[in-house]
């Protein structure tokens, strides 16, 4: 029995493509969770939301800054 497959020069750059994809995912996956875990171990200061400045924020409508 043969099998005969064919793959032409643009498999290769997706496989490729989905390799360096799948490892770049895992590494900012495994930044949030090393980040998760220090501030579980209070290692690291939780982060707080800082007050937003009273100027607004750009995308604010110029009605509501004024009030």
Known sequence: ??????LDPGSGSVL?????GGIAAAAVAGKLWWGRILTIL?????????EP?????????????AS
Not at 16 to 20: G, H, K, N
Not at 42 to 50: A, H, L, Q, V
Not at 53 to 65: I, L, T, V, Y
């Open 16 to 20: 490729l493509q989905a390799l360096l």
């Open 53 to 65: 400045d009273r100027e607004g924020s750009p995308d604010e409508p110029a009605q509501r800054r």
């Open 42 to 50: 209070r290692i690291r200061k939780p982060e707080t939301d800082s």
């Open 1 to 6: 029995m043969r099998i005969l497959a064919y």
